[in-house]
Nanobody, 125 residues
Framework: QVQLVESGGGLVQAGGSLTLSCAAS????????MAWFRQVPGKEREFVAV????????KYTDSVKGRFTISRDNAKNTVYLQMGSLKPEDTAVYYC??????????????????WGQGTQVTVSS
C-alpha cells in the first residue's frame, strides 16, 4: 500500500505564495510519477502538474504555467508544489496523486492509483 499525506494548505491573499508538500510512504518507488490535482465543489477534479520519477520531466496545466513549480525530493519521498502569484480562481482542495512509471506523463485523475486526503487552499481577493 502507498500512503500520501498533503500539507501546507491555508489562506493567502491574491498575489501571495504557498508551498504544498506531499509525503509518501509505504510501497512506493522513487520512479513513480507524482502529480497534483485540484477540485472545487461541483466541479470535476482538475489536473495541475505532474513530475516524473527522476524529476527531469514535468507538465503543467496552462492556467498555472509560470506561476507554479512541481518538484520532488526522492530521498525524503516528498513532492512539492510551489505556488506563486496566486489568484482567487486557484482556490480549491489540492490533492497529491501517484502512479507507477509510464512513458507518457498522465494528466487524467483516472490514471492515478494513489491519492492523498487533500489540503484546502483559499486565495482571497
Amino acid at each position: 500500500q502507498v500512503q500520501l499525506v498533503e500539507s501546507g494548505g491555508g489562506l493567502v491573499q491574491a498575489g501571495g505564495s504557498l508551498t504544498l508538500s506531499c509525503a509518501a510512504s509505504g510501497r512506493i518507488s522513487s520512479n513513480y510519477h507524482m502529480a497534483w490535482f485540484r477540485q472545487v465543489p461541483g466541479k470535476e477534479r482538475e489536473f495541475v502538474a505532474v513530475i516524473d520519477g527522476g524529476g527531469g520531466r514535468s507538465k503543467y496545466t496552462d492556467s498555472v504555467k509560470g506561476r507554479f513549480t512541481i518538484s520532488r525530493d526522492n530521498a525524503k519521498n516528498t513532492v512539492y508544489l510551489q505556488m506563486g502569484s496566486l489568484k482567487p480562481e486557484d482556490t480549491a482542495v489540492y490533492y497529491c496523486a501517484g502512479r507507477e512509471w509510464s512513458y507518457f506523463l498522465k494528466t487524467s485523475p483516472t490514471d492515478y492509483a494513489y491519492w492523498g486526503q487533500g489540503t484546502q487552499v483559499t486565495v482571497s481577493s
